[in-house]
């Protein structure tokens, strides 16, 4: 089958720690997301990556870091910097550069990590 | 202004009506437009995605594009409970190279009582 992975399902966080969420897909596709979602918001783009060895922050980059060494996998740091990070953690893909028309911008969303702070 | 701002909810319609979900966005260079449906607790799923302006139809599902007054719509037909779920407006602001970057609403809450 093919889709999105993510893993923890959920996730805790002492003060100070460092955590990495993971994003693995099978779908093929050049483009990989991560949002954030907080209670009663909507997605906020944290980075993207339209191909593998390169990354662009989102609009809240700021204490997350990320890397994208393979096609499939594109996984997320929260780091001690980021003061605030209980919230729902949603990876997606798309094909990107290798698809066509609107298709290539179509994306498709991995059942997402809960991170939850001790 | 926001970037995509969608109707403020919930939204409550009694089964079998039609429901109707709006969005407006800011940039009049936006190319594509997707309406996802986000469960509870759940990750979104796809519903559709629109590019020119019109309807489209998938179902019971329509979206509705115009692009000069700058929204979208999606209308649901034969609403049913099982409808009931957050739905989000995705808008590819800006086009260009900063294709596949979507910028999403707040979400419209719906509930379809029986």
């Known amino acids: 089958d093919g889709g999105i992975t993510q893993s923890p399902k959920y996730l805790f966080r002492k003060e100070g720690q460092n955590v990495t969420l993971s994003c693995e897909q099978n779908l093929n596709h050049d483009a990989m997301y991560w949002y954030r979602q907080d209670p009663g918001q909507g997605l906020r783009l944290i980075y993207y990556?339209?191909?593998?060895?390169?990354?662009q922050k989102g609009d809240i980059a700021e204490g997350y870091s990320v890397s994208r060494e393979k096609k499939e996998s594109f996984p997320l740091t929260v780091t001690s910097a980021q003061k605030n990070p209980t919230a729902f953690y949603l990876c997606a893909s798309s094909s990107g550069l290798a698809g066509g028309g609107v298709s290539r911008e179509t994306q498709y969303f991995g059942p997402g990590t809960r991170l939850l702070v001790l | 202004q926001k970037e995509v701002e969608q109707n403020s909810g919930p939204l409550s319609v009694p089964e079998g009506a039609i429901a109707s979900l709006n969005c407006t966005y800011s940039d009049r260079g936006s190319q594509s437009f997707f309406w996802y449906r986000q469960y509870s607790g759940k990750s979104p799923e796809l519903i559709m995605f629109i590019y020119s302006n019109g309807d489209k139809e998938d179902g019971r599902f329509t979206a509705q594009l115009n692009k000069a007054s700058q929204y979208v719509s999606l209308l649901i037909r034969d609403s049913q409970p099982s409808d009931s779920a957050t739905y989000l407006c995705a808008v590819n602001i800006g086009g260009g190279t900063s294709y596949g970057k979507l910028t999403f609403g707040q979400g419209t809450i719906l509930t379809v009582h029986p």
């Open positions: 990556s339209q191909i593998v060895n390169d990354f």
